[in-house]
């Protein structure tokens, strides 16, 4: 049992670095699938790219706003990331809240430019089209220039974990290390794999 | 809008195995991420093998019968699974249900000995391990011979799927097609991706 305080950088987060740095030559290496629960109850599941750290614990996202995962969050914000990063032959699992970050927050305004900022005219184009999942809208739908500046539309996430799980199967037995949030202390253990 | 009936291959099937095909050369294109609920009512989601397809329509998956997936699928069989396909840029969704395959069926125990014959000793010998998510056993619990029969607690899986979706990131505009089973016959259709 290992145990360190929720003052600096989790031990989870170390971890996470570490793959992600491992694989940083695969641009798929940034895309996570994302766990969350229909409003009739069922899971849905699908790939959202990882944009960037924010403070220490968060993982930051976007969403178009008009989007099912958005509505789905909007009634339940849990849901379970699941990674698997392939030259390490390790999973990784993030269980935790998904929140639209607070719009007022310096930090957040700052976080918004950036992922604006660093993503292509094709992604910035996207938040021009009509609404996902309606029926096929005729070509012009598909033709407004990219915004320069971020639409109302484009929602920032911020992934917050209150559980990750780590399992590598690149070794024999493999190896599983749970870190669970409790009362605001990260604290680490070796489970059965 | 096309439609085809569910008597032979669903489109589906084929957008998926061209997908798989494509990808053959690449051993982790055919591990999945499946969202399932957990007791609680939060998501979860982990990758699991895809081993093959069982019939035209379902997809098989092992699992120890002793871990948490199985004890989630016991109370809810609902699970989204999500491929994403690095080089043809493209992600699979599938929504179904996911069952242990009726142990009594002559054609379930020959797909239940196949892929245990297919797996790595590695593989079989995991199902010897002390239970999943369990404090971490001492070494010896990791020691025992693979089994050459496939033991009780190893479990088939076959997922049937009722909604499938396939987002095509690799054009601009991207190009997204849902394929939805409504009274025995699958019917697809293009939507706004």
Redesign the interface.
């Known amino acids: 049992m290992m145990s360190n305080m929720h003052t600096s950088r989790p031990a989870w987060r170390n971890v996470l670095d570490a793959h992600l740095d491992r694989h940083s030559h695969?641009p798929?290496s940034r895309?996570v699938?994302?766990?969350?629960?229909r409003q009739d109850?069922?899971?849905?599941?699908?790939?959202m790219t990882f944009r960037f750290f924010f403070e220490e614990d968060c993982l930051l996202f976007t969403a178009d706003a008009r989007t099912e995962k958005m509505a789905e969050l909007s009634r339940?914000p849990?849901?379970?990331?699941?990674w698997?990063f392939?030259e390490t032959r390790t999973?990784v699992?993030l269980?935790g809240t998904m929140r639209p970050a607070r719009p007022q927050d310096e930090s957040t305004l700052r976080a918004r430019s950036r992922t604006w900022a660093e993503r292509s005219d094709?992604s910035r184009?996207?938040f021009t089209?009509?609404?996902?999942?309606?029926?096929?809208?005729p070509p012009p739908a598909?033709s407004a220039p990219a915004p320069s500046v971020p639409p109302e539309n484009f929602s920032v996430l911020l992934f917050s974990p209150e559980r990750v799980e780590a399992l590598d199967l690149g070794s024999?037995?493999?190896a599983?290390e749970l870190h669970s949030l409790s009362d605001g202390v990260w604290m680490a253990?070796?489970?059965?794999?």
């Open positions: 695969l798929s895309f699938q994302v766990a969350t629960v109850g069922r899971p849905a599941n699908r790939t339940s849990w849901a379970e990331l699941c698997y392939t999973q699992r269980l094709e184009q996207s089209w009509p609404p996902a999942g309606d029926p096929l809208a598909f024999q037995p493999h599983r253990t070796r489970i059965n794999p």
